[in-house]
Every structure is written in C-alpha cells, then in structure tokens.
C-alpha cells in the first residue's frame, strides 16, 4: 500500500524560501518507473501542477513556476524534498505530493500520471 | 500551455440521479485524461485514467468517456457517498487540471 504524507511550515513570510518534504512508503524512488509529483491548490481555485521527480532523477518543472522551484530526492530516506524561493501570499494554499504511475502504450509511448496522494500541507504566506 | 475546462462548476443532485461533468482540453490530448474526487480536508482520488480506464477499487457506477478535446465523467446512480469535488487532469504534455466541479445535496 502506498502512502505519502507532507510536511513543512504552516507559515512563511514574504520573500522566503518554502521547504516542503514528502515522506512515503509502500514503494521505492531507486526503482525504474517510479516518480513523485507536487501539486498545490490555492483557496477554492485549481489544482496546479508544480514539479516531478523520476527514479532516474529526471526532473519536470511547471515552465511558469521554473525558476523557483528545486526537487530533489533522498531513496534512503524515502523522501523528496520540494522547495520554493521568493514566496509570495498568492503561493498561499495546500500542498500535496503524488506517487505517479508509468505505462508504456505502444504508438504512444510512455505515460505518467498521479494514482495516489498526499492529504497535504496549508502553507499561508503572511508578514 | 493545455488548459483545461471544466463545466459545470456546481452541480446539485439527489441521491439515484444520473450526474454528467464535462472536461475540455484547449488542444486535443488523445486520450490522456485522469479524473479524481475530492472531499475538504482529503487527499483527491484517483477514479478514471486513460479517459475511460476505471481504478481498481472504483465503483462500476462511475464511467469516463471521450478523447481529443471533450470528455465526460458520469456516475449513474449518485450515492451518499458521491458528494465531493471532481477534477479532470490532462498528461500529455505535462499535467494541467480543470477547475473542479462540486457535487452537491439537491
């Protein structure tokens, strides 16, 4: 069974940096598909998609948050890491981390989406 | 970017209704739509993949269909259990959700 859980500051000023840890269990990051999304949720607004982290430490940034985001993975520790420079009180919202499956389709190549979540962490950016 | 938008926003519905949730893509996406639920306070659930693929463990009242640009999540007979929030999500070129649909009591 797989589990993640989320964990970091429940509040940061303006201008930090946001470090985020997603702890799991239930499957290995040194094994070959394997990948950890961040995903955040803003009050009452949509899912965004934020950055992925794959077993063979191929990384995947949302092209507008780029610049500010950093992920990183400890496979002994069954963690990865996610952090976010120059907080702003519009990044105010939940954070969650996902385990994302693979599947090879062939004339399509391989896929990846998110089959089991977090339950997140509130992360509100306030002076 | 693939935007992704969901109609409608709310949706109220009594206990055996036949509830539709549209999705559509900005460009077509083939068939790589996800669909989840969520409730306040919860970790979303996966319920369909692949458009129309149901996730182990999933009720066989809930359906997905479509490809390209428009996609429909139905559930045939809305239970108890069914009040939440639904989000459509596009994988084929990065991930991008809709704006999620709440179901709620009628």
């Known amino acids: 069974q797989i589990t993640l859980k989320e964990s970091g500051p429940t509040l940061v000023k303006p201008r930090q940096t946001l470090t985020l840890t997603c702890s799991f269990s239930g499957f290995s990051l040194s094994t070959s598909g394997m990948g950890v999304g961040w995903i955040r949720q803003p009050p009452g607004k949509a899912l965004e998609w934020l950055a992925l982290i794959y077993w063979n430490d191929d990384k995947r940034y949302s092209p507008s948050l780029e610049s500010r985001l950093t992920i990183t993975k400890d496979t002994s520790k069954n963690q990865v890491v996610l952090t976010m420079t120059n907080m702003d009180p519009v990044d105010t919202g939940t954070y969650h981390c996902?385990?994302?499956?693979?599947?090879?389709?062939?004339?399509?190549?391989?896929?990846?989406?998110?089959?089991?979540w977090g339950q997140g962490t509130l992360v509100t950016v306030s002076s | 970017d693939i935007q992704m938008t969901q109609s409608p926003s709310t949706l109220s519905a009594s206990i055996g209704d036949r509830v539709t949730i549209t999705c559509r893509a900005s460009?077509?996406?083939?068939?790589?739509l996800a669909w989840y639920q969520q409730k306040p306070g919860k970790a979303p659930k996966l319920l369909i993949y692949k458009a129309s693929s149901l996730e182990s463990g999933v009720p066989s009242r809930f359906s997905g269909s479509g490809s390209g640009t428009e996609f429909t999540l139905t559930i045939s007979s809305l239970q108890p259990d069914d009040f939440a929030t639904y989000h459509c999500?596009?994988?084929?070129?990065?991930?991008?959700f809709g704006q999620g649909t709440k179901v709620e009591i009628k």
């Open positions: 460009q077509s996406i083939g068939s790589w």
């Open positions: 999500q596009q994988y084929d070129n990065y991930w991008t």
């Open positions: 996902a385990h994302s499956r693979r599947e090879f389709y062939y004339g399509s190549g391989t896929r990846h989406w998110f089959d089991t």
